[in-house]
């Protein structure tokens, strides 16, 4: 499970609309609510997982996915990817996050 994003100028305040991706749910719509100014958000859209990434430090972040009854923490950490800003990348399990 995976989710990347990072789109400049999201407001803490509201949810904007987003095209995500996730390697376990490939692409939806989905809102994209920036929780922070160092980058980490919450990425949501009906029928699929809430996914939130809390920045570690400048480019690492640790996930978070809420299947409906909580959230679990994802193993390992995320890393940015240097080919998409808007995705975020888990070496340790081979998933990805991304949001735009």
Not at 18 to 47: E, K, W
Request: include cysteine.
């Amino acid at each position: 499970m995976a989710v990347a994003v990072i789109l400049m100028g999201a407001s803490a305040a509201s949810a904007k609309p987003a095209r995500c991706f996730t390697t376990d749910d490939g692409y939806f719509n989905c809102d994209f609510r920036s929780l922070d100014r160092v980058g980490s958000f919450r990425i949501r859209a009906p029928g699929h997982p809430t996914y939130t990434l809390e920045m570690d430090q400048p480019g690492f972040a640790f996930g978070y996915a809420d299947f409906g009854g909580g959230s679990v923490a994802l193993p390992g950490k995320y890393v940015r990817s240097r080919d998409d800003g808007a995705c975020w990348n888990n070496p340790g399990t081979g998933t990805r996050i991304c949001a735009w």
